[in-house]
């Protein structure tokens, strides 16, 4: 759990969009958003832990073309949040809105393959290496990720939604536009990266 935590917990491009779904569409749409990152990280967790070499070498060997498509859809996303109007409310979560929101934010942490070498060196580190072969610890290894991954978004959203009543209209389009701004940087910096 820590694990899925600590690779969570830093501030990124999704944990921006993350504030800003909360903010402007209500805690369950952030959550969600969140959830959908844990689950990548949780797929990326289950590839380092189980050894999955082919997989991950996949990844590695195109990540250029992963990040290329990475960076657009994040510049897309900046640009979308810049330009998105803020409601007066935020409304119901409608089943398909949470499921955008889960499926944007696992594919976007998708386009990450250096998460990858991520999880395979805190394993490495902490002696749960492939070389055991023990997929039991592995299993409960990648659902511990999971959940310290999911509780990360969990109190981030939670967070940002004790805010979200103390901000108007006008402090919300100013939130969209920082924070599409910030993503739209992020995705600039992954497509600059590139070269």
């Not at 959908?36 to 590839?47: E, K, L, P, R």
């Not at 939130?175 to 995705?187: E, H, K, M, P, T």
Request: aromatic residues 14%.
């Amino acid at each position: 759990m820590a694990v899925g935590f600590s690779i969570a917990a830093p501030v990124g491009p999704i944990g921006v969009l993350c504030i800003r779904r909360t903010l402007g569409k209500g805690q369950r749409v952030g959550f969600f958003s969140g959830l959908g990152a844990a689950t990548a990280d949780a797929i990326y967790g289950s590839i380092a832990g189980f050894g999955l070499t082919f997989v991950s070498g996949f990844l590695v060997d195109q990540q250029i073309w992963i990040r290329l498509a990475g960076g657009m859809f994040l510049c897309y996303l900046g640009a979308r949040s810049f330009f998105t109007e803020p409601a007066e409310r935020a409304g119901a979560s409608q089943s398909s809105r949470l499921a955008g929101a889960y499926g944007s934010t696992f594919l976007l942490t998708l386009t990450n393959p250096m998460t990858i070498i991520s999880f395979a060196a805190i394993f490495a580190g902490l002696g749960l290496g492939e070389a055991d072969h023990d997929y039991l610890a592995a299993t409960f290894l990648v659902f511990g990720v999971f959940v310290g991954s999911a509780l990360w978004w969990f109190a981030l959203s939670g967070a940002a939604s004790l805010l979200r009543e103390r901000f108007d209209v006008r402090a919300l389009r100013w939130v969209n536009r920082i924070s599409g701004i910030v993503v739209a940087v992020f995705g600039l910096t992954a497509l600059a990266s590139l070269l």
